[in-house]
């Protein structure tokens, strides 16, 4: 009974459990005008056959997209491929994801995980982005380090996709939810532009959309927002047709329990939305609100 309770309230922020889900409702959302991202839902794996089966999932997807077209990227966490277990398994992986999205033509992205994997995630990234430019990578701004990560992939061809940060860290770390925070956003989206990064500005608060927009920040070249299946739709839905380009990020997969924590976690009103879809009795459908 729990499961069925939390699942209804993860479905408000993933789309399902198997890759025809996620397929189904990126198409739909194709279909509405937005581009996606979609990531098969995984991280620290712990065990080699798992890395395996999430590399051979994760390529299946890649294959699917590739045959329907559209504007859509594959993302994914290292941790999933093999990070946790050793840091050639996870490049090795990369690698061979990377090459059979390049055939496919399909762009790819590394998502950034807790701070105690940045350094591993980054070494990482730049081997692989070396050769394959069809690979973005994903900077956290809450972090203190980032700030002088950015300028280190300045060689580097691939998106990047700029986040506040989901994790809890420690204020040695990170500096916590503020406009401190907001500053530092802005100020990081600004230098990767500048530098001549394509530029996901991921996030929903409206705050930041508004300032990049007032800065002119979204109509230079390469820069998209990019925002959350499930999550200020009607947000998302008004930028989009206020002429801006905007990518949503869908998730599928069978570990959506700690994705649906990390949203709570960001955000904790969305708690009470949480509570709200488990004690509806229809299925949750985000793709509707979208316009």
Same mark, same amino acid.
């Given at each position: 009974?729990?499961?069925?309770?939390? =699942?209804?309230?993860?479905?408000?922020?993933?789309?399902?459990? !198997?890759?025809?889900?996620?397929?189904?409702?990126?198409?739909?959302?194709?279909?509405?005008?937005?581009?996606? !991202?979609?990531?098969?839902?995984?991280?620290?794996?712990?065990?080699?056959?798992?890395? /395996?089966?999430?590399?051979?999932?994760?390529?299946?997807?890649?294959?699917?997209?590739? #045959?329907?077209?559209?504007?859509?990227?594959?993302?994914?966490?290292?941790?999933?491929?093999?990070?946790?277990?050793?840091?050639?398994?996870?490049?090795?992986?990369?690698?061979?994801?990377?090459?059979?999205?390049?055939?496919?033509?399909?762009?790819?992205?590394?998502?950034?995980?807790? !701070?105690?994997?940045?350094?591993?995630?980054?070494?990482? &990234? =730049?081997?692989?982005?070396?050769?394959?430019?069809?690979?973005?990578?994903?900077? #956290?701004?809450?972090?203190?380090?980032?700030?002088?990560?950015?300028?280190?992939?300045?060689?580097?061809?691939?998106?990047?996709?700029? *986040? =506040?940060?989901?994790? #809890?860290?420690?204020?040695?770390?990170?500096?916590?939810?503020?406009?401190?925070?907001? *500053?530092?956003?802005? #100020?990081?989206?600004?230098?990767?532009?500048?530098?001549?990064?394509?530029?996901?500005?991921?996030?929903?608060? /409206?705050?930041?959309?508004?300032?990049?927009?007032?800065?002119?920040?979204?109509?230079?070249?390469?820069?998209?927002?990019?925002?959350?299946?499930?999550?200020?739709?009607?947000?998302?839905?008004?930028? =989009?047709?206020?002429?801006?380009?905007?990518?949503?990020?869908?998730?599928?997969?069978?570990?959506? &329990?700690?994705?649906?924590?990390?949203?709570?976690?960001? &955000?904790?009103?969305?708690?009470?939305?949480? *509570?709200?879809?488990?004690?509806?009795?229809?299925?949750?459908?985000?793709?509707?609100?979208?316009?």
């Amino acid at each position: 009974m729990l499961y069925g309770l939390l =699942k209804k309230a993860a479905l408000q922020y993933v789309t399902g459990e !198997s890759r025809i889900d996620g397929l189904g409702a990126g198409q739909r959302l194709l279909a509405k005008g937005y581009a996606i !991202s979609l990531e098969y839902i995984g991280e620290s794996t712990a065990h080699a056959e798992e890395c /395996e089966a999430a590399v051979e999932e994760i390529t299946a997807l890649i294959d699917d997209l590739g #045959q329907k077209g559209g504007s859509a990227r594959v993302s994914f966490d290292l941790s999933h491929i093999g990070l946790m277990l050793d840091t050639e398994l996870a490049y090795t992986n990369l690698a061979q994801i990377a090459a059979r999205a390049q055939v496919a033509e399909l762009e790819l992205f590394v998502s950034m995980e807790e !701070s105690a994997k940045t350094e591993r995630i980054l070494e990482v &990234y =730049k081997r692989a982005a070396s050769r394959y430019p069809n690979i973005g990578i994903t900077l #956290q701004a809450h972090l203190h380090r980032t700030p002088d990560d950015l300028p280190a992939l300045a060689a580097l061809p691939g998106r990047i996709r700029i *986040v =506040k940060g989901a994790y #809890q860290e420690a204020v040695e770390v990170a500096i916590s939810r503020s406009e401190a925070l907001n *500053v530092r956003y802005l #100020q990081l989206v600004e230098k990767a532009l500048g530098d001549g990064h394509r530029v996901s500005i991921a996030t929903h608060d /409206e705050r930041i959309i508004e300032e990049a927009i007032r800065r002119g920040l979204l109509t230079m070249r390469g820069a998209e927002l990019e925002m959350l299946y499930g999550i200020r739709p009607e947000l998302g839905g008004r930028l =989009k047709s206020a002429g801006y380009p905007v990518r949503i990020y869908l998730t599928y997969g069978h570990e959506w &329990y700690l994705y649906l924590c990390h949203r709570i976690a960001e &955000y904790p009103p969305n708690l009470y939305r949480a *509570v709200a879809n488990m004690a509806d009795s229809q299925r949750v459908d985000p793709v509707e609100a979208y316009d």
